[in-house]
């Protein structure tokens, strides 16, 4: 698994999320999202709790604790995100603005002896690395910017995004299949890769594959 420290991109990810949902009115955080029964106000208040969530994980590693992602689990996760979607878009977008800011800061004042060895635990009780985590925010940023279905596609995603999330994502598939099953339908393999990885993902019907199991 490539270990790389994906800060940098992840941040970058932020902006380019910010500036899309800064661009949005109250009519436009109402409109239906590309994920089912979402409005693009739900994706933008996850987006702003998921930030929340990390920086406990960062603050906790940075105590020498592991906290849990969300400690009142799914249903908090849950009731969060419906009582942010119907705010206004303004309120929306300065609550997601300084979430992200709040995220950043977090991996900021975070020591490197946590970041050596910090743990934090996720959605589904696993324990990751401080690294994965940022992984995991910088996945959230990529695929739900697609979602708020805004203008931002799969084709936009970054290059370095794409190769890692493939590696993953193709790992996942095989995962799902019989054993033996290694290769991915020719259709798939003919695809360029970030539309492979959106198949993948649940994020793009191909004509000729059946769908791949949703992320997220």
Not at 22 to 32: E, H, K, N, T
Not at 44 to 50: D, E, Q, S, Y
Not at 74 to 94: F, H, K, N, T
Request: proline content about 7%; some cysteine; overall charge neutral.
């Amino acid at each position: 698994m490539d270990t790389a420290d994906d800060r940098p991109a992840c941040r970058q990810a932020h902006v380019r999320l910010l500036v899309a949902v800064s661009g949005l009115d109250d009519a436009g955080v109402r409109a239906p999202s590309a994920l089912p029964a979402w409005t693009v106000g739900h994706v933008v208040a996850h987006l702003a709790r998921n930030a929340d969530s990390h920086a406990g994980l960062f603050r906790a590693a940075a105590r020498g604790a592991v906290a849990d992602q969300y400690p009142g689990g799914a249903e908090q996760r849950a009731a969060d995100i419906a009582a942010g979607a119907g705010r206004p878009a303004r309120v929306l977008y300065d609550d997601l603005a300084e979430a992200c800011t709040g995220l950043e800061i977090s991996w900021d004042a975070c020591p490197a002896d946590a970041w050596a060895a910090g743990r934090g635990r996720v959605s589904g009780g696993a324990e990751v690395t401080l690294g994965e985590l940022v992984f995991r925010r910088w996945r959230e940023i990529e695929v739900h910017h697609v979602d708020l279905a805004v203008g931002y596609s799969c084709d936009d995603w970054p290059a370095a995004y794409v190769r890692k999330e493939l590696a993953r994502q193709v790992m996942r598939w095989r995962g799902t299949h019989a054993m033996g099953l290694t290769e991915l339908p020719a259709a798939a393999l003919a695809l360029p890769p970030p539309r492979r990885l959106a198949w993948l993902l649940g994020r793009l019907p191909v004509p000729g594959l059946p769908p791949a199991p949703a992320w997220g």
